[in-house]
C-alpha cells in the first residue's frame, strides 16, 4: 500500500510525503503506481519550472518514498500572492485527485492531512 500524507499550515497545503508500493500489479506493471509517479513529477516540475519556485525534494529510488516540501506556498517564504496560491493549489489540487482514486483503490492507497507548522 501506498501512504499518502499531505502537509499544511493554516489551511495552506505546502507538501507531501509518499510511502510504500501500491501492490496493485506486479513491478513495472503496476498502473496505479504509474499513475501516482507521473502526478508527483507534475507536480514537482510545475512548482520548479512553470512557477520558478523552490521546491525541496528527496526520492528514494530503493524504497520508493518521496518527500516534497514547497515553502513557495507560505507568505513566510513567497511574497507573491499569485505564486503563493499558485503552488498551494497544485498541492491541493493533487489531494482532492488522489482522494478520487481512494475511492476505488482504497486497497492500495491511502491519503492523509496533517497540521504540521514550517520553520
Excluded at 500489479?25 to 503506481?33: A, H, P, Q, T, Y
Excluded at 526520492?59 to 513557495?72: H, L, M, R, S
Excluded at 511574497?79 to 493533487?94: E, F, N, P, T
Amino acid at each position: 500500500m501506498t501512504k499518502i500524507v499531505f502537509y499544511k499550515t493554516n489551511d495552506v497545503f505546502y507538501g507531501f510525503e509518499e510511502q510504500g508500493h501500491t501492490g496493485y500489479g506486479e513491478s513495472g506493471d503496476d498502473v496505479l503506481c504509474a499513475a501516482l509517479s507521473s502526478m508527483t513529477m507534475l507536480i514537482l516540475n510545475a512548482i520548479e519550472v512553470a512557477y520558478a519556485s523552490d521546491v525541496e525534494y528527496t526520492i528514494d529510488e530503493k524504497t520508493t518514498d518521496i518527500k516534497v516540501i514547497a515553502k513557495g506556498a507560505l507568505s513566510k517564504f513567497e511574497k507573491d500572492d499569485k505564486k503563493r496560491y499558485a503552488v498551494s493549489g497544485l498541492i491541493m489540487a493533487y489531494y482532492y485527485q488522489l482522494n478520487d482514486l481512494v475511492e476505488e483503490y482504497y486497497d492500495y492507497l491511502s491519503v492523509d492531512v496533517e497540521e504540521r507548522p514550517i520553520d
